[in-house]
């Protein structure tokens, strides 16, 4: 069975601050993809980034940054200096190799950033 | 804007009355996903077509639902005889599967609102 584990259900930051958002999963496939979704709002899912299980190298993208380890089946996902347009609820998602849009989402962190 | 759209967005009901959603997907996209999400939780897979077959459904969908996608395009979801636990967000979403495993993104539509009073 697929399950993922977003344990941290709100968090609160002081804009600039560093966050990291955890994620946890559980598959018995060899291969799958994990994915990190924000929902502002507005209600919309924006993709943010996937990753296959071959590809354990850590990922940035601006103030974003994705650290993934097979030997813990974390895919943890940290914005640096957060802003105030940061505050949504972030998913994190799991799908196998054959169907991607097939997804096990986790319940979400909603991530609340103060001014 | 090219991207899915979903009507209506939000859709007020009496328990037991049917309800029909539509979902409109990007153009050229062959496969087509519905999500359910309530209040505080991820979605939830409920279905999805690859062009006008369903190729999947989820035991959350009771045969109080059923879904459609004539002409591998457009598609709807239709709920009969709602009860106040169908209260959730429904989501859709669109992809483009090639022959390549591992391209296909899914882009999601501002879902439709269900409230069952």
């Known amino acids: 069975a697929q399950k993922v584990t977003q344990a941290q259900t709100e968090i609160s930051v002081v804009e600039k601050e560093d966050v990291t958002l955890d994620c946890v999963y559980e598959?018995?496939?060899?291969?799958?993809?994990l994915f990190w979704y924000k929902q502002p709002p507005s209600g919309e899912l924006v993709f943010l980034i996937r990753?296959?299980?071959?590809?354990?190298q850590n990922e940035i993208s601006g103030r974003y940054s994705w650290n993934f380890q097979k030997s813990t089946s974390s895919f943890n996902f940290t914005i640096t200096a957060s802003q105030v347009v940061d505050s949504a609820v972030y998913f994190c998602?799991?799908?196998?190799?054959?169907?991607?849009?097939?997804?096990?989402f986790g319940r979400g962190t909603q991530l609340t950033v103060w001014p | 804007d090219t991207g899915v759209s979903q009507d209506p967005r939000h859709k007020i009901t009496k328990r037991g009355q049917n309800v029909t959603f539509r979902c409109d997907p990007i153009?050229?996209?062959?496969?087509l996903y519905w999500y359910r999400q309530t209040l505080g939780q991820g979605p939830e897979f409920l279905t999805y077509?690859?062009?006008?077959?369903?190729?999947?459904k989820s035991r959350l969908l009771s045969d109080r639902f059923s879904a459609e996608r004539p002409k591998g395009s457009f598609s709807t979801l239709e709920i009969q005889r709602t009860e106040q636990g169908d209260s959730a967000m429904y989501l859709c979403?669109?992809?483009?599967?090639?022959?390549?495993?591992?391209?296909?993104?899914?882009?999601f539509g501002s879902g439709t609102q269900l409230s069952v009073l």
């Open positions: 979403a669109s992809s483009f599967q090639g022959a390549l495993v591992g391209d296909e993104k899914l882009f």
């Open positions: 598959t018995r496939d060899t291969t799958y993809y």
């Open positions: 990753r296959n299980s071959f590809d354990e």
């Open positions: 998602a799991l799908s196998r190799g054959s169907t991607l849009g097939r997804l096990y």
């Open positions: 153009s050229e996209h062959n496969r």
């Open positions: 077509f690859q062009n006008e077959a369903q190729l999947e």
